[in-house]
C-alpha cells in the first residue's frame, strides 16, 4: 500500500501536530484569561442566556448539559494539558491512536467553547483551528508513517484559505484590484502591530507591488500545492514568506501562523534538507510502516469525509456572491476561509472614559485597552498569535457593527461597577479599582502622524474627536442586573 504513505513528509508531519498543539494551547490560554469575563455568569453576554435562546442552534457543545464557570476554567485547563503533552511530543510516541484520541479531545473542548462563544467567537480563523486541528489527529504518531490523504486534506484546507481570501478581494474592493489597498490597510487594520505604522509610511509604487505580489501568491501559487516536488515545497515557500510579512506588518492573532503551518504540509524532507543540510541526520531513517488495517480504513473514511465537505466550499470559491469565512455544518469542517474583501479607508476608535466629577465635564480619565489604539504616544504592541477579543470587539464597534452594541451596554456598566474580572482585560485602569461616577465613550477619527510629526512629538497617531457613542452615564442610568 504505497499510495496510503507519504515517506518524505516526517518534517511536515513534526511541524503540524506540534505546530497546530501550540496554537490550540495559546487559544486555550485566551479562554481561561479571558471567557469568564466575557462570556461567563455575569459576563458580557451571559452563555447560559445564549444557550436559552439559541437551544440546538448553538451546534454541538457540553455547556448545554450544564454550564457554570467552574466548568470553563476546568475545559481551559484541560485543554492546556492536553495542547502541551502534543507540543512536547508524548502521545506521539505511542500507537496512532494516542495522538488521534488527544487531538480529537482538543477538538471536541474548543469546539464547545466556540460554540456558545457569539461575537467573541465569530472569527474565520476560529473555525480554520478546529478543522486544523480534526485533521491533526489522522497524522499518527511515530509508528507509521504520514498519511498521504491526511496531508492532502491539509493542501486542500490551505487552497481555501488562500484562494478563498484572494477571490473574495478581487471580488470585494476595487482597492484590490486598483493595487491601492496598502495605501490605507496599515492605519485601518484592526490590530496594528509595532511595525505597522513603518510599513504605512514605505513609499507607494512598493506598496502597489506588495498587493501584486499578494495576488499571485494567493491566486495562481495555490494550485502548485497539488504538483510534484519541488514545486510544491516551492509554493508552500512562497506562502511562509508572505505569511511572515504579514506577521510583520499587523496582528491577525494565530491566522498567518496557523497558515504557515498548513503550508508545511507540502514540504518534502528531502526539498527541507536541501535547504539545510544540518537537518538530514535527524529526517533519515523515519517509519515507512503503513498501520494496521483499522488505522488504513479510518484514515480512508476521513479523507472520504473531506471529500464530501469539499462540494460546498468548492462551489462557494467560483461563485460570484462567494462568502467569506462561511461554516457550512454545525462542526465548523469543510467551511469557507477568506479575509479583508472590502478596506476601510479611515480608522475611527472608541475611547472609554471616567470620571468622578458629578457634573461630567472636567477630569475625564481614559481606560486603556491591551492591544488597540488608545493614548497617541503609546507604540503599538505586538500581540499576536494571542487573541484580544474585547480589543477586536472593540474594533467592530468602531466601524457600527450592530451586534456589538448589547455586550457594550453591559460593559459600561461593569466598568461602573468596578468589576475586577472586566479590569483584568483593560491595560490600564485609571480608577485603580475603585468605582467610577460617571463613564462615556466618544468616537475619535485616527490617523498616524507623518515622520515630521513623530519625530517632533513622539506621538504615533492623532486624533481628533468625531462623535459620542454613549454616556455620559452614571450606575443607576446605565440600569442593574446582569
Given at each position: 500500500?504505497?499510495?496510503?504513505?507519504?515517506?518524505n513528509?516526517?518534517a511536515?508531519?513534526?511541524?503540524?501536530?506540534r505546530?497546530?498543539?501550540a496554537?490550540?494551547?495559546?487559544a486555550?490560554?485566551?479562554?481561561?484569561?479571558?471567557?469568564?469575563?466575557?462570556?461567563g455568569?455575569?459576563?458580557?453576554?451571559p452563555?447560559?442566556?445564549?444557550?436559552?435562546?439559541?437551544g440546538s442552534r448553538?451546534g454541538?457543545?457540553l455547556?448545554r448539559w450544564?454550564?457554570s464557570?467552574?466548568?470553563?476554567?476546568?475545559t481551559?485547563?484541560?485543554?492546556?494539558a492536553?495542547?502541551?503533552?502534543?507540543?512536547?511530543?508524548l502521545?506521539?510516541?505511542?500507537?496512532?491512536?494516542?495522538?488521534?484520541?488527544t487531538?480529537?479531545?482538543?477538538?471536541?473542548?474548543?469546539?464547545?467553547?466556540?460554540n456558545?462563544?457569539?461575537?467573541f467567537?465569530?472569527f474565520g480563523?476560529?473555525?480554520?483551528?478546529?478543522e486544523?486541528?480534526?485533521?491533526?489527529?489522522?497524522?499518527?504518531?511515530?509508528?507509521?508513517?504520514?498519511?498521504l490523504?491526511?496531508l492532502?486534506?491539509?493542501?486542500?484546507?490551505?487552497f481555501r484559505?488562500?484562494?478563498?481570501?484572494?477571490?473574495?478581494k478581487?471580488?470585494g474592493?476595487?482597492?484590490w484590484?486598483?493595487?491601492?489597498?496598502?495605501?490605507?490597510?496599515?492605519?485601518?487594520?484592526?490590530?496594528?502591530g509595532p511595525?505597522?505604522w513603518f510599513?504605512h509610511?514605505?513609499?507607494?509604487?512598493?506598496?502597489?507591488?506588495e498587493v501584486?505580489?499578494?495576488?499571485?501568491v494567493?491566486?495562481?501559487?495555490?494550485?502548485?500545492l497539488?504538483?510534484?516536488?519541488?514545486i510544491?515545497?516551492?509554493a508552500?515557500?512562497?506562502?511562509?514568506?508572505t505569511q511572515?510579512w504579514?506577521?510583520?506588518?499587523?496582528n491577525?492573532?494565530?491566522?498567518?501562523?496557523l497558515?504557515?503551518?498548513?503550508?508545511?504540509?507540502?514540504?518534502g524532507?528531502?526539498?527541507l534538507?536541501a535547504l539545510?543540510?544540518?537537518?538530514?541526520p535527524?529526517?533519515?531513517g523515519?517509519?515507512?510502516?503503513t498501520g494496521a488495517?483499522?488505522?488504513?480504513?479510518?484514515?480512508?473514511v476521513?479523507?472520504?469525509?473531506?471529500?464530501?465537505?469539499?462540494?460546498r466550499?468548492?462551489?462557494?470559491l467560483?461563485?460570484?456572491?462567494?462568502?467569506?469565512?462561511?461554516?457550512?455544518?454545525?462542526?465548523?469542517?469543510?467551511?469557507?476561509?477568506?479575509a479583508?474583501?472590502?478596506?476601510?479607508?479611515?480608522r475611527?476608535?472608541v475611547?472609554?472614559?471616567?470620571?468622578?466629577?458629578?457634573d461630567?465635564?472636567?477630569?475625564?480619565q481614559?481606560y486603556?485597552?491591551?492591544?488597540?489604539?488608545g493614548?497617541?504616544k503609546?507604540?503599538p504592541?505586538?500581540?499576536?498569535?494571542?487573541?484580544?477579543?474585547l480589543?477586536?470587539?472593540m474594533?467592530?464597534?468602531?466601524?457600527?457593527?450592530?451586534g456589538?452594541?448589547?455586550?457594550?451596554t453591559?460593559?459600561l456598566?461593569?466598568?461602573?461597577?468596578?468589576?475586577?474580572?472586566?479590569?483584568?482585560?483593560l491595560?490600564?485602569?485609571p480608577?485603580?479599582?475603585?468605582?467610577?461616577r460617571w463613564?462615556r465613550?466618544?468616537?475619535f477619527r485616527?490617523?498616524y502622524?507623518t515622520w515630521?510629526?513623530?519625530?517632533?512629538?513622539?506621538?504615533?497617531?492623532?486624533?481628533?474627536?468625531?462623535?459620542?457613542?454613549?454616556?455620559?452615564?452614571?450606575?443607576?442610568a446605565?440600569?442593574?442586573g446582569g
Open positions: 500500500m504505497e499510495w496510503f504513505t507519504a515517506d513528509y516526517d511536515a508531519r513534526f511541524v503540524l501536530q505546530g497546530i498543539a496554537l490550540y494551547l495559546i486555550f490560554v485566551a479562554v481561561l484569561r479571558q471567557f469568564v469575563p466575557l462570556l455568569t455575569r459576563g458580557l453576554l452563555v447560559p442566556d445564549f444557550l436559552e435562546r439559541a448553538a454541538p457543545t455547556f450544564r454550564y464557570d467552574r466548568l470553563v476554567v476546568a481551559a485547563w484541560a485543554g492546556i492536553g495542547s502541551l503533552t502534543l507540543v512536547v511530543g502521545p506521539q510516541q505511542g500507537p496512532p491512536w494516542v495522538p488521534l484520541v487531538f480529537a479531545l482538543l477538538y471536541l473542548m474548543y469546539l464547545s467553547v466556540v456558545v462563544g457569539q461575537v467567537y465569530g480563523w476560529e473555525s480554520l483551528l478546529l486544523a486541528g480534526f485533521l491533526a489527529a489522522f497524522l499518527g504518531s511515530n509508528d507509521v508513517a504520514p498519511p490523504l491526511v492532502l486534506a491539509f493542501r486542500w484546507l490551505l484559505v488562500e484562494f478563498g481570501a484572494g477571490m473574495i478581487m471580488r474592493d476595487r482597492a484590484r486598483d493595487l491601492t489597498a496598502l495605501y490605507y490597510h496599515h492605519e485601518t487594520q484592526p490590530m496594528p511595525l505597522s510599513f509610511h514605505l513609499p507607494r509604487p512598493l506598496h502597489r507591488i501584486l505580489a499578494n495576488h499571485v494567493q491566486l495562481v501559487v495555490p494550485f502548485a497539488f504538483l510534484p516536488q519541488p510544491a515545497s516551492i508552500a515557500g512562497l506562502m511562509i514568506l511572515l504579514l506577521v510583520l506588518s499587523g491577525f492573532a494565530w491566522l498567518n501562523w497558515t504557515m503551518l498548513l503550508a508545511f504540509a507540502a514540504v524532507d528531502d526539498q534538507v539545510v543540510p544540518a537537518l538530514g535527524v529526517l533519515d523515519g517509519s515507512q510502516a488495517l483499522w488505522w488504513v480504513i479510518l484514515v480512508g476521513m479523507a472520504a469525509v473531506t471529500v464530501v465537505l469539499a462540494v466550499p468548492a462551489l462557494n467560483i461563485s460570484a456572491n462567494q462568502a467569506m469565512n462561511a461554516s457550512y455544518n454545525r462542526w465548523h469542517l469543510g467551511g469557507a476561509y477568506g479583508f474583501g472590502s478596506i476601510t479607508r479611515r475611527e476608535e475611547i472609554v472614559e471616567g470620571t468622578n466629577d458629578p461630567g465635564r472636567t477630569g475625564w481614559e486603556v485597552f491591551r492591544g488597540k489604539p493614548p497617541v503609546r507604540w504592541a505586538q500581540v499576536a498569535p494571542y487573541h484580544l477579543r480589543d477586536w470587539g474594533w467592530f464597534l468602531a466601524l457600527g457593527s450592530g456589538q452594541h448589547r455586550w457594550f453591559v460593559f456598566r461593569r466598568l461602573l461597577e468596578a468589576d475586577r474580572r472586566t479590569l483584568r482585560l491595560a490600564r485602569d480608577f485603580e479599582g475603585r468605582r467610577p463613564v465613550a466618544r468616537v485616527y490617523r502622524s515630521h510629526e513623530w519625530r517632533a512629538s513622539g506621538h504615533w497617531w492623532v486624533r481628533t474627536v468625531s462623535g459620542n457613542l454613549a454616556g455620559p452615564l452614571t450606575l443607576a446605565s440600569g442593574t
